[in-house]
């Protein structure tokens, strides 16, 4: 991480120095067009071509350097996401959390829902009680609980 602040360092000195020698010329211009007058230096338009170059100079290293910065702010802001989400999650599941307790609340409703008569876990139970007490007491027979168990 700490290439990335190096990176970000060279990048925006860089781009001060673009926009002081930006500044400094404009001012030796100005003044050397104030002392020998405009016409001799640069006409209007290209004066005005000059500048409108210089800027879009800079703002196209304005536009790299603010890339930069969103690529590596955008590693750190997913970093710190994760870290934020794995902690609610791992704080909200811990004894009495509102996820824990919603799991479990959810859970009895689902067990007593299955477990009351004509329920599937209450079926399965019944099913396989009467199956194993079949096969105690009668051995090889198969039982079919179907029949009512009279055999």
Same mark, same amino acid.
């Given at each position: 991480?700490?290439? %990335?602040?190096?990176?970000?360092?060279?990048?925006?000195?860089? #781009?001060?120095?673009?926009?002081?020698?930006? !500044?400094?010329? %404009? @001012?030796?211009?100005? +003044?050397?067009?104030?002392?020998?007058?405009?016409? *001799?230096?640069?006409?209007?338009?290209? &004066?005005?071509?000059?500048? $409108?170059?210089?800027?879009?100079? !800079?703002?196209?290293? &304005?536009?790299? &350097?603010?890339? !930069?910065? +969103?690529?590596?702010?955008? +590693?750190? #802001?997913?970093?710190?996401?994760?870290?934020?989400?794995?902690?609610? /999650?791992? *704080?909200?599941?811990?004894?009495?959390?509102?996820?824990?307790? *919603?799991?479990?609340?959810? /859970?009895?409703? $689902?067990?007593?829902?299955? *477990?009351?008569?004509?329920?599937?876990?209450?079926?399965?139970? /019944?099913?396989?009680?009467?199956?194993?007490?079949?096969?105690?007491? @009668?051995?090889?027979?198969?039982?079919?609980?179907?029949?009512?168990?009279?055999?």
């Amino acid at each position: 991480m700490r290439g %990335a602040y190096i990176l970000i360092l060279i990048v925006g000195s860089t #781009i001060l120095g673009l926009i002081c020698g930006s !500044i400094l010329t %404009a @001012y030796a211009f100005s +003044a050397t067009v104030a002392t020998q007058g405009m016409n *001799s230096v640069f006409n209007f338009n290209e &004066f005005v071509g000059v500048l $409108l170059a210089c800027i879009a100079i !800079i703002m196209t290293l &304005f536009g790299v &350097f603010a890339a !930069i910065l +969103a690529v590596y702010g955008f +590693a750190s #802001i997913e970093s710190k996401a994760g870290t934020i989400a794995s902690n609610a /999650v791992n *704080s909200s599941l811990e004894e009495g959390g509102k996820l824990a307790t *919603s799991c479990s609340e959810q /859970v009895e409703v $689902l067990v007593a829902k299955l *477990s009351s008569p004509g329920g599937k876990l209450h079926t399965l139970t /019944v099913e396989t009680v009467q199956k194993t007490a079949a096969e105690a007491i @009668y051995g090889e027979i198969q039982y079919d609980p179907n029949e009512g168990g009279d055999e």
